[in-house]
Nanobody
Framework: QVQLVESGGGLVQAGGSLRLSCAASGRTFSNYAMGWFRQAPGKEREFVATISKSGDSTYYQDSVKGRFTISRDNAKNTVYLQMNSLKPEDTAVYYC????????????????WGQGTQVTVSS
């Protein structure tokens, strides 16, 4: 059983940066691939980024490549999403997720989900 709690969301101007954190409870954090999803008003939840159990590999949605960076610190049971060059279209509620593999994260087949944190980018 794992609980995920996101933090770090807020209001930022276009072109700015924000760093999201996802703190996980439990003793088996390193057994899970982790990822981030987002959901904008009136739209379905979409995949943003994922990272392998060890942190050795990552994968991103095309729209955020070169701007967002996912990372993890297994000693702290925490995964991060560094967001740079933010655009208004990045505005959404961002969710942290844990799954069996990065592929499972991409497919939305996560075992656990956080409560979400709001990111608003103004123009």
């Amino acid at each position: 059983q794992v609980q995920l709690v996101e933090s770090g969301g807020g209001l930022v101007q276009a072109g700015g940066s924000l760093r999201l954190s996802c703190a996980a409870s439990g003793r088996t954090f390193s057994n899970y691939a982790m990822g981030w999803f987002r959901q904008a008003p009136g739209k379905e939840r979409e995949f943003v980024a994922t990272i392998s159990k060890s942190g050795d590999s990552t994968y991103y949605q095309d729209s955020v490549k070169g701007r967002f960076t996912i990372s993890r610190d297994n000693a702290k049971n925490t995964v991060y999403l560094q967001m740079n060059s933010l655009k208004p279209e990045d505005t959404a509620v961002y969710y942290c997720a844990a799954a069996y593999s990065p592929g499972a994260v991409v497919r939305g087949e996560s075992y656990y989900w956080g409560q979400g944190t709001q990111v608003t980018v103004s123009s």
